[in-house]
Structures are given as structure tokens and as C-alpha cells.
């Protein structure tokens, strides 16, 4: 399947991260899962174009401080396939699209690796919309206040398969304390969607050995959907 070919490391990165950690250079180990939610908007009511105004004017947690753009998503909303990162980075914050550097790359070629293209059936949402400083982990507490958009976003979506793309993008879907480690290689489900956990493409390139790993998470996807399977 070549899929070690593909995955190249294009630059030098900063230290390894645990396989525990998502994107952020500056882990932060969740204590709370389901903290309070400050009052929002009513998103169940909300369509697109309500909800990505929502999203760029929200200030419910403090990282609307220091962002340049909330970053809602990109790609198919009538997509099947429902890829959730961390949070958008330097580069995804400037351009307002997320995965947009050296892990969306890697990620372009985790989807094209089991006949995926981005943009085409497949939506990419991460689970918060603002930077984090320095790019470190979420909080619970900024988790939690970005959870209801996301929640949006796949009731208009209404994919068939999430994959959520580190702990802190499983932790949010799945509401509860996970290490990848014990987390992927098998079906979990939000509400009524299968859902599988593997590692964030920014994890990847710091730890070479884990894509084998990886690639048997892509091939659990692609036999999902193959099958049907509702987990």
C-alpha cells in the first residue's frame, strides 16, 4: 500500500509530543471533561450561514483574545466523512482554513491513501475555532465552549464516519478521559455515528514509527464505510 512512502517529514519540528498529546507543543492534561458552558446562542436552530457568524463573533472563552480569525471548517458539508482535529495553528489562524501546514499535508496524504480527497466528501472541523497561544493543548473549559458548534456542525453534516484526530478532539466527541493508546483500533460512537480515534497528523511527524499504526486506524476507516457498520 506504500503508505511509509508517502509520508514524508518536510522540515524539522519541535520535540516529540507523548502519543496522549494532540497538535499543542504545550500539553495541558484535561481534569474535567463536561465543565459548564457559558450561555450561547441557540446553535440547534442555526444553519451555515448562522453559524460560521456565530463562530466569528464568539467570545466565550479567552482565545478569542488573541486570534485573527475563528476557523470553522472546510470542505463538503454533505461530506460523509467527518475529520476533527485539535485547534487551528499559526498558519490555519492567518489563512482561516484548517490543516493547512506540514500536518495538512500529511493529512492530504492520510486521505489520499484510502482514496480520499479533501474538499470532496470529506469535511475537516476541528475542536475548538480559535488558536491557542503558543499553540498548546485546549483547556476543558475552551473545549467545552466551542463543543456546541461543533455539534452543529455535524447535525447539518450528518456524516456517516467521524475520525477524531487526537485527545483532545476524542475527549471532546466522546465526553469522557482517553489515551490514544487504548482508544484507537476500535469503533466508538457519537450518538448514532461510528466514530475512530487515531492520531493527529502533527503527532506523526514527530514520531515516525506510530504511521504504521496509523495506517491500520485509515484501514479501519476505510472498512467502516465499506460495510456499513453503525458501531
Known amino acids: 500500500m506504500g503508505l511509509g512512502l508517502l509520508w514524508k517529514l518536510r522540515a524539522p519540528l519541535p520535540a516529540a509530543a507523548t502519543e496522549e498529546q494532540g497538535e499543542g507543543s504545550v500539553p495541558e492534561a484535561p481534569t474535567a471533561i463536561n465543565p459548564p458552558v457559558a450561555s450561547l446562542p441557540a446553535t440547534a436552530a442555526m444553519d451555515w450561514d448562522a453559524l460560521a457568524a456565530a463562530v466569528a ?38 489563512r482561516g482554513e484548517p490543516f493547512v501546514g506540514q500536518a495538512g499535508k500529511l493529512l492530504d496524504s492520510m486521505l489520499a491513501a484510502i482514496g ?67 482508544a484507537r483500533g476500535r469503533l466508538h460512537r457519537y450518538r448514532d455515528i461510528p466514530l475512530v480515534v487515531t492520531y493527529h497528523p502533527a503527532y506523526l511527524l514527530r514520531n515516525l514509527p506510530d504511521k504504521a499504526r496509523a495506517w491500520e486506524d485509515l484501514c479501519l476507516m476505510r472498512r467502516t464505510m465499506r460495510l456499513g457498520d453503525r458501531g
Open 57 to 94: 463573533a464568539c467570545r466565550q472563552c479567552g482565545l478569542c483574545e488573541g486570534r485573527k480569525q475563528a476557523v470553522l471548517g472546510v470542505g463538503d458539508r454533505d461530506a460523509d466523512w467527518l475529520f476533527v482535529g485539535e485547534g487551528p495553528g499559526a498558519e490555519e489562524d492567518q
Open 116 to 182: 480520499l480527497r479533501r474538499g470532496e466528501n470529506v469535511y475537516i472541523a476541528n475542536a475548538v475555532k480559535c488558536r491557542p497561544p503558543g499553540n498548546r493543548t485546549p483547556t476543558p473549559e475552551e473545549m467545552a465552549a466551542c463543543r456546541p458548534y461543533l455539534e452543529r456542525q455535524i447535525e447539518l453534516i450528518r456524516p456517516k464516519l467521524i475520525v477524531a484526530l487526537g485527545r483532545p478532539a476524542a475527549q471532546t466527541l466522546l465526553l469522557t478521559e482517553v489515551k490514544i493508546g487504548a
